[in-house]
């Protein structure tokens, strides 16, 4: 694999192997009809990609994050790659090819709700055998991360690569997609999918707190040892396969722009687990890590530091401010 960079002995425990994406964001009143023209209030244009984001959440609360994304050789990419190494994450494993970045024009409307299209421009260029090009780095972190906004096959190749080295993964299964096999599922530690991810995935309604459960079932049948569902403003359900049954509630915020708070929720959690936090306590972490993410508006933007973060709880008197991965 041909990289750009090249960073001996950096210490690193998370790889997150994905997207990255410019956000094109403009804040809307309303969708135009066919043939209208309408205005828009506001326009942001800012770092995106789930897997970057998420790379970015865990490394500005303090994990050190390798990367596997494939830029363009345009400015998008140029700028991306600027901004994770202004985020601290070690770049040795970023590819470029000829051809344009990512791009991900997003719609946000006056209830805060976004609708997302995404173009993968380069992010089709992140191949399997990067994944067994990278295999030396990868095996010094202690947790994979991936999601599905590569190619199916490369994200089978990252998921067999952590089964050979003993490294566990996480798989964040979105976009949505009928396209992956329960089988790949099966072989990750932790599945984190949405609510509509699930039901996409198993065939299942997930309306009410029964039909998550049932849909998250099927995951635990099908070999996944952890099952932990975002449904918004509806909480977080985690399953395993010994039992657990853990509800956690949401946060109560006025939300100003919900793009990218699943990301913050996946970062934060990856960096707890990496920290050797149990799952229940990472979770709760995620939880409010999302919901500060979602008080301003942006992806990456709206992502806080540890200390940030610490002190938003602090200031709601949270007994979480206490947690010792906000602390090092
Ligand atoms: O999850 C939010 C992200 O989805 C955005 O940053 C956009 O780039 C798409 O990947």
Request: proline share 4%.
């Given at each position: ?13 998370i790889t997150?192997?994905?997207?990255n ?9 309303r ?7 309408i205005?828009a209030?506001d326009?942001e244009?800012?770092f995106?990609?789930k897997?970057?984001n ?7 609360l ?6 596997m ?15 994770l190494a202004h ?8 590819k ?11 719609f946000v409307?006056p209830?805060s709700?976004?609708?997302i ?7 089709n260029?992140?191949l399997?055998?990067?994944v067994?090009?990278g295999?030396?780095?990868i ?7 991936c999601?599905?906004e ?8 990252a998921?067999?690569?952590g089964?050979?080295?003993g490294?566990p993964v ?5 976009p ?7 089988e790949l599922?099966?072989?990750?530690a932790?599945?984190?999918p ?19 459960k049932?849909a998250?079932?099927v ?5 996944c ?9 509806r909480g977080?359900r ?6 657990d049954?853990?509800?956690?509630a ?9 793009t990218?708070a699943?990301?913050a ?6 960096h707890?687990?990496?920290e050797?936090?149990?799952v229940?306590e990472?979770l709760?972490?995620?939880n409010?890590?999302?919901?500060l993410?979602?008080?301003?508006r942006?992806?990456q933007?709206s ?9 938003w709880?602090?200031?709601?008197d949270?007994?979480?401010?206490e947690s ?5």
């Amino acid at each position: 694999m041909q990289t750009l960079w090249f960073q001996e002995e950096w210490p690193v425990s998370i790889t997150v192997i994905g997207s990255n994406n410019t956000d094109l964001i403009t804040y809307i009143t309303r969708f135009p009809v066919e043939g209208e023209t309408i205005e828009a209030p506001d326009f942001e244009i800012g770092f995106g990609g789930k897997g970057a984001n998420q790379a970015v959440a865990a490394a500005r609360l303090g994990s050190e994050v390798i990367m596997m994304t494939c830029v363009g050789d345009d400015a998008f990419g140029a700028a991306t790659i600027e901004n994770l190494a202004h985020n601290g994450i070690d770049l040795s494993l970023v590819k470029q090819v000829h051809g344009t970045s990512g791009v991900a024009p997003i719609f946000v409307d006056p209830d805060s709700h976004n609708r997302i299209i995404i173009v993968k421009g380069a992010n089709n260029g992140l191949l399997p055998e990067d994944v067994e090009a990278g295999a030396h780095a990868i095996s010094k972190t202690s947790l994979i991360v991936c999601q599905l906004e590569i190619r199916m096959e490369t994200v089978a190749a990252a998921i067999a690569l952590g089964k050979r080295l003993g490294i566990p993964v996480l798989l964040n299964p979105a976009p949505a997609t009928k396209d992956l096999d329960l089988e790949l599922v099966a072989q990750c530690a932790y599945v984190m999918p949405n609510e509509s991810e699930l039901e996409l995935l198993t065939g299942i309604a997930t309306e009410t707190e029964e039909q998550v459960k049932r849909a998250a079932q099927v995951l635990l049948e099908a070999g996944c040892p952890n099952v932990i569902v975002t449904l918004g403003s509806r909480g977080v359900r985690w399953l395993s396969h010994t039992g657990d049954d853990v509800f956690i509630a949401p946060f109560s915020i006025d939300p100003v722009d919900t793009t990218g708070a699943g990301d913050a929720f996946i970062g934060c959690f990856a960096h707890c687990l990496s920290e050797g936090l149990e799952v229940r306590e990472g979770l709760e972490l995620a939880n409010a890590y999302a919901a500060l993410s979602v008080t301003a508006r942006g992806t990456q933007k709206s992502y806080r530091d540890a200390q940030e973060f610490r002190s938003w709880l602090s200031d709601r008197d949270h007994v979480l401010a206490e947690s010792p991965v906000l602390h090092r």
